[in-house]
């Protein structure tokens, strides 16, 4: 399927996923070697992206597990279906006293009833949880844990029979073994440190914020018909937004909505007073915002302006011009241009 | 190749990388499946497969970049910079290489029996002299360097090995014979100064690598040295950028804190049947109950109250004592902080609403909450806060002070504290000085100890973190 990690960027390229190198090369290598991959890095760089945009390229079924504080076996794992069982003993009941019929003693008939006591406790009363349907899943599966440090410790014990060995074991029926390994992909916030004996049979990916040069690639793919420039500016913003001492960085998700929101409020530039009505877009609290405010100068650094010497006192007549024609009125040139 | 990446595992292990065994078979199993061409794919296969933490990927980054590379440039460096100074000389290096192939193919084949180290010198091929370089380094046993004093000894010691004074020797002798074969006296002089220097540029690069062979070796030492200087200074004498960087450290340390208490809520959950869920949950069942549900236990949600000295005999501290609060604060929900100097006030507003530094300038800068340019008066603070906030203790409260007891002979009033003490579960005084200086001079730290469930010394990070571990456990 990947046949290279040039491959593997081309691929997920074509799914809208623009990644960097590392990311590719550990993608190929979870891929070829088999092995789980423990994903981290700060919120909304697309870490769980990576994994469902892995299962689009590689045409797999992606099985979906988030954890959560609390989450146990039962729901990770298989479940017994207790009503089922329970409605298949009242309708079989008259089966059973045929199998009953004829017994003298007590002990037979209580041997007779262990005999058949395995159909109550096979497959067919097993609900299979993301974790079993990923190892049981005739195609190659992708498994998504997400964000397992939000699970206990206790769970992480779990985890590790299925990301060594692809088995999962029910006591009362016996292991499923993984007939095709499937691909995990387990993506961590850092709230938790994993432990050791989960990061070892793991590869290990951290993905950062993207440099300046893939974020405006990743806006080309991802909001087509952003201009250029708009898109380079915009990213200038961010990316100096990211240096600030801020409680919650903005990551791509938030230069996405952003570039989304400019697009619809028909933005060709960046200037000061659209970046202070539209903050709150890519930023959560109310002190992050508050200090981007009075950093706002500083955020907004325009590049060099093509020279354009024809153009006198330098008003930024090209951008206004560039402006696909439509209803709204292209911004006054001289409002809030900052050099 | 396999010798190498081990030994780059061994340095990772001694850096405090942890790289178990099996996380370097897997990293060779993946150097199987990728063509390594690419240094940027290399460094990422091994980095996937052996570090774990975010933490250590830099120590990793750096490390990969002085076990992988640089030794190479350093080699050219050392060539070029030679080049350099012949040109200076007004001598041509590429011209005087190639005249002297061109003489060296005159000589009749079979007598040129140079050893491997003069053949590389004087075809000035780089791999082929680091190569030798590396294997000398072997045998002279460079990597036990300790210390900047041995890379004279280590280095003398590799050119033994090489035979390198043998190889300029062969050199000389060899502008002799081109002599013979009737070169001029200033090529030949060109020919026997081309060997002084290509001894000394050897001699440099040897020098460059045993220095970066002990900064290789020492890089843990230092790191080591740096971080655990940081936990163990003292408060009072911290600069600007420990302390930002101690911030970091005091946010990890409340991350901590959360982080054990909210395991020690979930082995609390399980408490009595719930049968009102339990019906609800079996209904489907016909109230068989299979599934049971229990009561869940309150949470034991601790609450915390904090009584911040800011007086300025404690500034440094408690600009740090700050820092540490604030960032309880952001872990815990029911926490009250206050800070006091002779009068009391509360910061939690005032830190909930701006970030840590702000907050901080705050809640010292005077006026904005207490005056703190008094002298700093426990007793009154105590007094102030049993009357007006002794609402904010209850059973479950630890009441956290921190300061130095340092009273200016103002009257203790050690009643109020035991007061608070006894509505509340336990009372932590955390002071900056040495139990030996606690009630000499004006310290009345004697006379509120009885108050206290546990008074401990806290003047650097790692009794910090200690006091910390006996708090939630």
Redesign the interface.
Known sequence: MFESIESVQRRLGEQGYICGKNIATVVYLAYRLEKPVLVEGPAGVGKTELAKVVAEATGRPLIRLQCYEGLDEAKALYEWEYSKQLLYTQILKEKFSEVMAGAKTLREAADRIGAEDSIFFSDRFIVPRPLLRAITSPSPALLLVDEVDKSDPEFEAFLLEVLSDFQVTVPEVGTFSAKVRPLVFLTSNDAREMTDALKRRCLHLYIDFPTEAEEIRILDVKVPGIDRRLAEDLVGVMQRLRKLDLKKAPSISETLDWARALLALNATQIDEELVRETLNVILKYEGDIRKAHSELGRLIVRKAEPPKPAAPEGKPAAPAAAQPAGPATPEPPKKGTLH | MQKKILEFTNLLRKSGV?V?V??AI?AF??LD???LD?R??FR??L???M????DD?QTYDQLFDLFWSGFYDNLRDAFENMAGDLEAQGIDLDQLMRMLQEQLEKLEPGSLDLSELARALLTADLSQLEQLIREAGEQAGVSRIENLLQIGFFSRRMMERMNAEGAAQELRDLAERLRAQGLSDDQVEAIRGLADRLLEALRRSIRSFTERELQKQNYDYMERFRRETLTEKSFYHLTEDEIRQMREVVTRLAQRIK?VL??RR?RLKKGKLDLHTTLRRNM???G?P??VAFKHRKKDRPKLVILCDVSSSVANVSRFMLQFVYSLQEAFTKIRSFVFVSELGEVTQVFR???ISEAIEKALDGGDVINVYTRSNFGQAFHCFWQNHLSAVDKRTTVLVLGDARNNYNDPRAWCLREVKNKAKNLVWLNPESPGAWGFGDSVMDKYLPSCDVAEECRNLRQLSKVVDRLVL
């Open positions: 942890r178990s099996a996380e897997d199993k993946a499946v990728l063509s690419e940027a794919v990422d296969a980095r996937s497969s570090v774990k933490r975010s990927i982080s909210s395991i979930r489907a069942r016909g068989v299979f599934e609403d701006h970030d």
